[in-house]
């Protein structure tokens, strides 16, 4: 926990990025019937009946010091589908940086070892090579502010049906979009003295 947090006191870097990485899931739900058009006045009216139309999964990287944030659309969340998202984060988003300081939870896909099952061990150490881990304790994903963003995607774009993979996608670009323009920045104010106070019965006794 701490580690995380003295991550999170550091200044501004372009060359060493602090970047959170976190992922979810979404149910995919096409309609039965038509929704009715919204009428003026009235709320919008649509068939309780739907289909099933398969889970994704959706990577996101967000830098919360510039307030950008990057999302990824996949069929799964498997390691090969984490090892190509990480390359991207360095080689796309990031290409100029020396270190690209990344906090993320501890999935077990989340690994080292992942990016050497997908990619040639020449390819494996290079991108290793430009990353600085920091995971979030046990039970603590709430450290990860990739979290905040993700709630925000939720309520903003998520929370409705959506058909198709394809809509998926047009939804969280646009939503990404209005995002990065905006420049969201997240003020995050929990410190590691706060923790001792707040969270002290995690800490040993000390005689």
């Not at 659309?73 to 090892?83: H, I, L, N, S, Y």
């Not at 304790?137 to 998520?158: F, T, Y």
Request: proline letters at 5%; charged letters at 30%; glycine letters at 2%.
């Amino acid at each position: 926990m701490e580690d995380t947090l003295s991550v999170y006191m550091r200044p501004y870097d372009e060359k060493r990025p602090q970047v959170c990485m976190d992922e979810i899931s979404k149910q995919l739900v096409s309609e039965k019937r038509q929704p009715l058009p919204i009428q003026p006045g009235e709320t919008a009216c649509y068939d309780y009946e739907y289909e099933r139309q398969g889970v994704r999964n959706m990577f996101i990287a967000c830098e919360p010091l510039t307030g950008q944030r990057y999302v990824k659309v996949t069929e799964r969340r498997t390691k090969r589908d984490w090892a190509n998202f990480i390359r991207e984060i360095v080689d796309v988003h990031y290409p100029e940086a020396e270190k690209v300081v990344l906090v993320l939870d501890n999935l077990n896909t989340h690994t080292l070892s992942a990016l050497y099952e997908v990619f040639a061990p020449e390819e494996a150490r290079r991108i290793i090579e430009k990353l600085e881990l920091h995971y979030t304790p046990k039970h603590g994903s709430w450290l990860n502010m990739a979290e905040i963003d993700l709630s925000v995607l939720s309520r903003q774009c998520l929370d409705r049906r959506i058909g198709t993979e394809n809509d998926l996608k047009r939804e969280i670009a646009a939503w990404q979009e209005q995002r990065n323009t905006s420049k969201s920045k997240i003020n995050w104010r929990f410190t590691t003295q706060d923790a001792r106070i707040k969270l002290k019965h995690l800490y040993p006794s000390v005689l």
